[in-house]
């Protein structure tokens, strides 16, 4: 029998005790071996619950048990995260996990360490929930070249997009709503932010180009200036308005951004809706992959991690696992990306060709402003002609998905 030991009793490690008990009979067929869950260390108690007589508040408990083969850590956050999966990985136990933000910030490092002491740090149900993604980047499309992410890669601001389109609202009432409902977190600024989609679309691209791509580097915009009007004009474009993480790959140049885009109706992410994440990949040999599905929630995300166990179950005392080179990958600077944006704008429309050139107008019914759409030019070469217009009141990107931007 292999005993795992999980950090942190909330959503996702509820689920992971969950799923290796409901579907234990199965997982023993397929991982070759029993898989218990010896300890659970959590703050809390639970009393009356199943899990409490597995319940442990001291990490030392799980650090000194030679039986204690592998931790998952469901705790999220950095620390005490951080100094726990470090120990754990020291002591040669492996470490599954669905913390973005530990993989994202320290993943070069935990990665490291695990390798020098024979055993794997795992984190598959870091990006995209439950949906398969960075087995599949390390393993099934390994023989490929990735020159192409483009991913939805949270499902809070895809839920809030979706509403507002599909009912008219702000995004304040729909993010309201959304706490309310407990798909937005009561500090919901990661997702809005567009912060928690930087962190994943960092770690996908560290395993893709094979370097350490630091998710600071990446340009990033969030939801929170979106309205109804942008959506009427979407609308009136044929098109929805997406949160997008991307990265692309020329020759040795990378870039990445994280912001909302145009997305026309036609592509495969404009109908990618509510909490559900989608992950695009291009190859030079695949051509297209899409991966779609739960991007996040108990089960699903839970599910993605008790896979990371049932691999690890198999190559115990193996350092098997993702991997990037701990140097920087030094990301190229997004003002050189090309791309045609919209833009709202007051006063006279013939002023925007004077400063944009041919633009292309787009009549959504709203009173005292126009928009329209320019043509492809530089972000460098958009902001400072912005800058000379004067008019605008907001911009968008165009998503162009021949030309992946
Ligand atoms: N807050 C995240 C999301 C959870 O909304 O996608 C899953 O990583």
Redesign the pocket.
Known sequence: MIQTAVLGYGTVGSGVVKVIETNHDSIEKKAGVDLGVKYVLDLRDFPGDPVQKKIVHDFDVILSDPEIRIVVETMGGLEPAYTFTKKALEAGKSVCT?N?ELVARHGTELLQTAREHNASYMFEA??G?GIPIIRPLRTCLCADVIDEITGI???????ILTKMIEEGREFSDVLREAQQKG???RNPE??VEGH??CR?IAILSSLAYGKRVDFTDVYTEGITKITPADIQYAKAMGRTIKLLAFSKKEGEQVTAMVAPYLVDKEDPLASVNG?F?AIFVHGNMLGDAMFYGQ??GKEA?ASAVVADVIEEAQVLGRSVMSSWDPEKLVLTDVSGTEKQFFVRAKGEASEAEKVFGPVKLVQAGLEGEYGFVTERMSEGAFLKKAGEFGAMISMLRLRDKSKAE
């Open positions: 669905s973005k870091s990006c929930g890669l949270n499902g809070t601001t895809n839920y798909y937005a977190e990661a997702d928690d989609a994943k909490v994440n991007g996040a995300t």
